[in-house]
């Protein structure tokens, strides 16, 4: 059997599949549930028992998994909340290894054990890639907003790596830990990985400003070499986890079209923990759920609500020559400002910043 690059292989497959419409990758949200409150997170909002109880059950994840495989999908990612926090998180990843899916696990390793990094290890992820937001105590409890937490997440990172299992680590930034970045860059260079920072923050998904309040200021996202910070950027292997932008993608473009971004045209689909399948991460209210409809028909019927879609107010983020260098998008607008097509003051100070370096 002749062998490929893996590259050769995921930019041959995403090209394939977005010129006959077919999904390669899902990101599947197993739970809200986390054994953090991180002050940033944009799903803490469900992240308790009145919304945690209406979850899938395993053998409703296991439903979805079925069709998501029949739908074509390759690439599936479990996301959270912590999908490890789920009791029967192993049993539904040796499912999705069955049916042979290329796995990849967002966690944060606070429920990682030495158990599942053992099964991990008979069984190897694509990528586990976990979010450290800070190397001391005081400042991860501070974020996280759970005492012993630190501890744990850094036993789980240990489990981790000494089970050898492939792994990324990505840090987001905020006020509560920015003076701290240089050792959160010490602690992740030093166990050979790269430094991966995060600066972008939105509202929580039931209108939650909390996050936005944690920005830090336009003009730290700039060295004072006057290079720019850039967002966790995705590589050849994030497309495998995330529906954005991909390689060959049609990206919508043209000044009055609402959607910049691939959920036009990209080949992923979004999955939440009640089995609800959306096209755009922060603005679910237009939804099916894949218990009840097929993935194509659910699918097909949200791309019509987003393709070409257009401006139908008269917001300055319409024809404004910054947006294309903005980090505005309509999902941000539509949870921090209730209006998709709204502006966002922080975002033209930072595009306005971008574009004098």
């Known amino acids: 059997m002749r062998e490929i690059e893996y590259k050769n292989f995921s930019l041959r497959t995403h090209n394939k599949n977005l010129s006959i419409n077919r999904p390669s990758v899902c990101q599947f949200e197993l739970t809200f549930a ?23 059950t395993t053998q409703e994840v296991k439903f979805i998994l079925d069709k998501v495989y029949q739908a074509g999908v390759i690439w599936l990612c479990f996301t959270g909340g912590d999908p490890l926090a789920r009791k029967d998180f192993l049993d ?52 996280s907003q759970v005492k012993g937490s630190f501890k744990k997440v850094r036993e789980g990172i240990n489990c981790i790596l000494k089970a050898k299992l492939p792994l990324k680590i990505k840090t987001q930034i905020t006020q509560d830990n920015l003076k701290a970045t240089d050792k959160i860059r010490q602690f992740i260079t030093g166990l050979g990985l790269p430094f ?79 089995g609800n399948i959306f096209s755009c991460n922060l603005i679910r209210n237009s939804h099916f759920n894949l218990l009840e409809v097929d993935i194509d028909a659910a699918r097909n019927k949200l791309l019509s609500l987003v393709r070409n879609k257009q401006f139908v107010t008269n917001s300055k983020c319409n024809g404004c020559n910054l947006r294309e260098s903005c980090h505005w998008c309509p999902g941000r607008a539509y949870v921090e400002k209730g209006n998709a097509e709204a502006p966002i003051e922080y975002y033209c100070k930072l595009a306005a910043l971008a574009n004098k370096k």
């Open 34 to 56: 986390c054994g953090l409150h991180c002050k940033h997170c944009y799903t803490d909002c469900y992240n308790k028992p009145a919304y945690l109880k209406k979850e899938l």
């Open 92 to 143: 539904i990843y040796a499912y999705a290894k069955d049916k042979g899916f290329i796995v990849t696990i967002f966690t944060n390793a606070y429920s990682m054990t030495e158990e599942i990094a053992a099964y991990l290890k008979k069984r190897l992820p694509f990528v586990i890639e976990i979010t450290l937001n800070a190397a001391e105590k005081e400042t991860y409890e501070k974020i």
């Open 196 to 274: 991966r920072p995060s600066f972008d923050l939105h509202a929580r998904l039931d209108g939650d400003l909390a996050p936005c309040n944690l920005r830090i200021p336009p003009e730290e996202f700039f060295h004072s070499n006057g290079k720019k910070h850039t967002a966790d950027t995705s590589d050849d292997q994030m497309p495998a986890c995330q529906p954005q932008a991909l390689p060959g993608a049609k990206k919508i473009r043209g000044q009055a079209h609402l959607f910049h971004c691939a959920i036009g045209g990209g080949d992923g689909i979004q999955v939440d923990p009640y």
